[in-house]
């Protein structure tokens, strides 16, 4: 457990891609925080919330999350221009709505039909977004909130899910090796156990267990 001054709790679960994107935005933002690991076998685990500030929690999901976590201390986790954040914000939502939910089902589903095919047709969105790009991440030259919520979850792809074919997403298969050369990438997922953490994972979902 690290504990620091801060008012700002984490529950890190390893298992849930989410929580790895929320711990990649708290350890590339620097914001003071305390960390709690959580266990696959700690019954508590699941009563729990993400993020916690003096006692207040309402994290549903990873755009809440950023939400919550930009209003802490005045630092600016989402671009300054409004523009920009709001396009950023659609970018996510879009992501957290209609794709995320595929990516569930290419998990619990051993119909590739019914699950990785759906994500596969899913991810032409993020195939696009990324052709209009203004750098070979979704936040540009660098990588932002948006690259941090994402990543999780297609770094799953292969893993959790049948394997990427060369000539299929291909703009997102680059995306996916620029970000796993970043050292933050690295710092993050040591403690990953894939076939482990996939199994609970899709057991909380099986069960509506929000993972």
């Given at each position: 457990?690290?504990?620091?001054?801060?008012?700002?709790?984490?529950y890190?679960?390893?298992?849930?891609?989410?929580?790895q994107?929320?711990?990649?935005?708290?350890?590339?933002?620097?914001?003071?925080?305390?960390?709690?690991?959580?266990?696959?076998?700690?019954?508590?685990?699941?009563?729990?919330?993400?993020?916690?500030?003096n006692?207040?929690?309402?994290?549903?999901?990873?755009?809440?999350?950023?939400?919550?976590?930009?209003?802490?201390?005045?630092?600016?986790?989402?671009?300054?221009?409004?523009?920009?954040?709001?396009?950023?914000f659609?970018?996510?939502?879009?992501?957290?709505?209609?794709?995320?939910?595929?990516?569930?089902?290419?998990?619990?589903?051993?119909?590739?039909?019914?699950?990785?095919?759906?994500?596969?047709?899913?991810?032409?969105?993020?195939?696009?977004?990324?052709?209009?790009?203004?750098?070979?991440?979704?936040?540009?030259?660098?990588?932002?909130?948006?690259?941090?919520g994402?990543?999780?979850?297609?770094?799953k792809?292969?893993?959790?899910?049948?394997?990427?074919?060369?000539?299929?997403?291909?703009?997102?298969?680059?995306?996916?090796?620029?970000?796993?050369?970043?050292?933050?990438?690295?710092?993050?997922?040591?403690?990953?156990?894939?076939?482990?953490?996939?199994q609970?994972?899709?057991?909380?979902?099986k069960?509506?267990?929000?993972?």
């Amino acid at each position: 457990m690290e504990s620091t001054d801060s008012s700002i709790v984490f529950y890190n679960r390893h298992w849930s891609p989410m929580s790895q994107a929320v711990k990649l935005v708290l350890t590339a933002t620097n914001l003071p925080h305390k960390t709690v690991d959580l266990a696959t076998n700690d019954a508590s685990a699941n009563a729990l919330p993400t993020l916690a500030r003096n006692g207040t929690s309402a994290i549903a999901n990873y755009k809440d999350a950023i939400e919550f976590l930009n209003s802490v201390n005045g630092r600016t986790i989402v671009p300054e221009k409004s523009e920009d954040r709001t396009k950023q914000f659609k970018l996510l939502e879009h992501f957290v709505l209609h794709i995320v939910p595929f990516f569930e089902r290419a998990v619990i589903l051993t119909s590739p039909r019914e699950g990785f095919d759906l994500l596969l047709e899913s991810m032409s969105f993020l195939e696009n977004h990324l052709t209009t790009s203004s750098g070979r991440f979704f936040g540009g030259e660098q990588p932002n909130f948006v690259d941090y919520g994402i990543y999780p979850y297609l770094d799953k792809t292969g893993k959790w899910t049948p394997v990427l074919k060369p000539h299929q997403c291909i703009k997102v298969q680059a995306w996916l090796r620029s970000m796993r050369e970043l050292p933050l990438i690295a710092d993050v997922f040591t403690n990953e156990k894939s076939k482990e953490h996939m199994q609970y994972y899709a057991d909380n979902l099986k069960m509506g267990v929000a993972a």
